[in-house]
């Protein structure tokens, strides 16, 4: 079991900033980040891969820089937002595990 199903609505679109990354818990112990970059929503596992923390900071919150990178909290690693690519630090050119999504009706979902 991975934490979350096909169909599971994660976000609705016009509640995604532009650009953002968003952490939504789907289950107990599995939590997805959603991002938005532009006309770009992608989704992945919330963990990284330097050393499995999640990457939102005490607050809840994922730090975006230069509208183009999500910054682990944990230690700096940086990512993508598009695609989850490592940008640098310690995630060695690791990404994150990307899930597939479908945008329908204004709203994004596990495909």
Do not use: W
Request: with cysteine; charged share 20%; glycine share 12%.
């Amino acid at each position: 079991m991975n934490g979350y199903s096909s169909g599971q609505v994660l976000a609705r679109v016009e509640a995604l900033a532009d650009p953002c990354a968003i952490v939504v818990q789907t289950d107990d112990y599995v939590s997805l980040i959603v991002t938005r970059r532009g006309d770009a929503i992608a989704a992945f596992r919330n963990k990284c891969p330097h050393a499995g923390y999640p990457l939102q900071r005490a607050d809840g919150r994922i730090v975006v820089q230069e509208g183009r990178y999500m910054v682990c909290a944990a230690h700096g690693a940086s990512f993508e937002l598009a695609d989850g690519a490592c940008a640098g630090g310690p995630c060695n050119g690791e990404g994150l595990e990307r899930i597939a999504v479908i945008v329908r009706d204004g709203v994004v979902c596990v495909e």
